[in-house]
């Protein structure tokens, strides 16, 4: 994907994240599925808001803003929460060493909780704008952006980490205040999950561990990253190709 893609400008990056149901071909109408069935599956019992009910797994997938590059990605058994999977994707983007002090990530609002603002900016540095819910109190939200002990290190230059945060802070507290004029930023996401797919056979898989399904969604995310390479990005072109 490197080699295939352009690589990283200078400055901040902004990284789009969302998760996308993997229905595994079960006919749980004809047979009775529950629960309980499933508690030694690697797939399970989980609902979306264009599928339904379905059985499968959760595929959770980190693409660069504008380019639509895939960064990486996840799976998780169907029923973990999107607010959960948060702390993951940032330490996996961590680990490639993908995201550096100032990158805005946008997540829509099924990863909103206070702690996963929290960490976004102590421990990750990143700017963390994920859409609010209508209770969010923003009051109590700033306050508890704070920096986090460590930098008073005496290995640190601790001024120049101050300075770091502050910025960071300062920037998400601009951001977070008009966020809806960035829901068409991070809505593309969905017509690159509707590619993957429409064009590369990801709406159904007749496959039954996680392992199989994760080189599945390799093959599926590497096409894709292929596909958006080729120029084929806005928003009508992706939804053209997937139809």
């Known amino acids: 994907m490197n080699d295939l893609c352009p690589k990283r400008k200078r400055g901040s990056r902004s990284i789009i994240i969302d998760s996308t149901d993997i229905n595994l071909n079960l006919n749980w109408h004809a047979k009775k599925i529950t629960k309980k069935s499933l508690e030694d599956k690697e797939y399970k019992w989980g609902h979306s808001t264009h599928r339904g009910f379905f059985i499968g797994m959760k595929l959770t997938l980190a693409l660069e803003y504008p380019t639509l590059k895939p960064l990486a990605f996840l ?13 993951k994707i940032l330490a996996e983007l961590k680990r490639r060493r ?3 002090p100032g ?5 829509d609002r099924g990863y909103y909780s206070y702690g996963n603002y929290v960490i976004s900016v102590r421990e ?11 209770n969010c109190n923003f009051n109590k939200l700033f306050n508890m952006m704070t920096y986090p002990l460590k930098i008073f290190d005496s290995k640190r230059d601790t001024k120049q980490q101050i300075m770091i945060y502050k910025k960071i802070i300062a920037k998400f507290k601009e951001l977070i205040g ?29 496959r039954y561990t996680k392992r199989s399904v994760q080189k599945y969604c ?16 806005e928003k009508k072109h992706l939804q053209a190709f997937s139809e």
């Open 75 to 87: 799976i998780n058994e169907a029923n973990v929460p999107e607010s959960k999977i948060y702390p």
């Open 98 to 100: 993908i995201i550096k």
């Open 103 to 107: 990158d805005i990530l946008f997540a």
């Open 124 to 134: 990750f540095k990143i700017v963390p704008l994920i859409f609010p819910r209508k």
């Open 178 to 206: 008009d966020w809806k004029k960035f829901r068409s930023v991070r809505s593309i996401i969905e017509d690159v999950f509707k590619l993957a797919k429409k064009a590369y056979s990801m709406e159904n898989l007749h």
């Open 218 to 233: 390799s093959l599926a995310v590497l096409l894709v990253g292929a596909t958006i390479n080729l120029g084929i990005r």
